[in-house]
């Protein structure tokens, strides 16, 4: 059975940081690009950030530039997001989700096939 598992979510004070984890079973990350998105109540799902399984190139949302890090760890088949300087805006629900990798970016979630069900980030004082 394929599956994305997050964890890593929790509260966080503003300022402070938390690394997320998307675990995959059933099938191998390495051959796979994989996103990081997030929803927060009463707003659009949108793009956190992205690696491609062509190049390891990654790419980053404009609100989360020079704060979040995305990372891959083969071996243990899993991808890394670790966020600093987290900010009250940050919080949402964050999802990580995999797809075949191709030249299209990889930070569209439209053309995502597979979906963790979720980890929550909250920010605040």
């Known amino acids: 059975q394929l599956q994305l598992v997050e964890s890593g979510g929790g509260l966080v004070q503003p300022g402070g940081s938390l690394r997320l984890s998307c675990a995959a079973s059933?099938?191998?990350?390495?051959?796979?690009?994989v996103g990081w998105f997030r929803q927060a109540p009463g707003k659009e799902r949108e793009e956190v950030s992205c690696?491609?399984?062509?190049?390891?190139?990654?790419d980053y949302g404009d609100s989360v530039k020079d704060r979040f890090t995305i990372s891959r760890h083969n071996a243990k088949n899993t991808v890394y997001l670790q966020m600093n300087s987290l900010k009250p805006e940050d919080t949402a629900v964050y999802f990580c989700a995999a797809r075949k990798g191709q030249l299209r970016s990889c930070l569209l979630p439209a053309t995502y096939g597979y979906w963790g069900q979720g980890t929550q980030v909250t920010v605040s004082s």
């Open positions: 690696i491609s399984n062509i190049g390891g190139g990654t």
């Open positions: 059933g099938f191998n990350l390495d051959y796979t690009d």
